[in-house]
């Protein structure tokens, strides 16, 4: 039985707008895993001085929802400032889209939980935190909660794949229970670094894994 989706959700999902990469990105966010079955990349570019976001891609894994919803976020995000785009919620991007089906809805969270992620980044490193706290095991621990291991398709936390965590004078180091061969290695040492490295205080994020400590 096909889902019933609007006739604004396929529009979107087959002539998706703003879709591709950019090179030198001013700040990006990367939510979900293939192996979730969904997964949204967001890349921002903004303006300095008025804080615009003045252009703004995706690439995205998944169903008609995910790509759909991806494209409308990025189309209610340009042009608005950064305090206006976070104000952006799932309902909005759902309600734009003649509305989603209820098993659906996590695609639009995704997809603005990309664009809320983005914007914290771009904060991060443009010194525009307004209360700054400083990085603690803690932060790293909750920042590290949104990658996602695609054996299982469960965040890093969850499988116990986080052998130790280090913070020390501007650096973050990670110690992953798995060696760096392993097919997915890459995978997990790229989205970790995403993770930790926009973060005010911290210069350099290393990640070791077993056949390296």
Same mark, same amino acid.
């Given at each position: 039985?096909?889902?019933?989706? @609007?006739? *604004? ?8 707008? $703003?879709? &591709? ?8 966010? @990367? =939510? ?12 921002? /570019? ?6 615009? #976001?003045?252009?703004? *891609? ?7 929802? $995910?790509?759909?919803? +991806? ?12 305090? /206006? ?5 799932? *309902? ?5 889209? &003649? &509305?989603?089906?209820?098993?659906? !809805? ?16 771009? =904060? ?8 700054? *706290? ?12 949104? !990658? #996602? $291991?695609?054996? @299982? ?10 052998? %130790? ?21 890459? $995978? #997990?040492?790229? =989205? @970790? ?9 911290? %210069? ?8 390296? +400590?």
């Amino acid at each position: 039985m096909s889902l019933p989706y @609007t006739k *604004k959700v396929l529009e979107y999902f087959q002539n998706p707008k $703003n879709v &591709g990469e950019m090179d030198k990105p001013d700040a990006m966010a @990367t =939510e979900g895993s293939p192996a979730c079955g969904d997964m949204v990349k967001l890349y921002l /570019q903004i303006d300095k001085q008025s804080l615009i #976001i003045k252009d703004i *891609k995706f690439k995205s894994y998944g169903c008609a929802s $995910n790509i759909a919803t +991806a494209s409308i976020i990025t189309e209610l995000a340009k042009g608005k400032t950064l305090e /206006q785009a976070k104000k952006i919620n799932w *309902k909005e991007a759902s309600e734009t889209l &003649g &509305g989603l089906p209820p098993v659906k !809805v996590h695609c639009a969270v995704l997809a603005v939980d990309a664009l809320k992620t983005a914007i914290e980044n771009y =904060e991060h490193k443009n010194d525009l935190i307004k209360e700054k *706290k400083h990085t603690d095991e803690n932060v790293v621990r909750q920042r590290l909660s949104r !990658v #996602i $291991n695609p054996l @299982t398709g469960l965040d890093l936390l969850q499988v116990n794949f986080i052998k %130790k965590i280090e913070v020390k004078e501007g650096g973050i180091s990670v110690w992953i229970n798995l060696n760096s061969d392993h097919q997915f290695a890459g $995978n #997990i040492k790229d =989205e @970790t670094i995403e993770r930790l490295e926009p973060l005010w205080d911290i %210069k350099k994020v290393n990640v070791i894994f077993n056949d390296q +400590a």
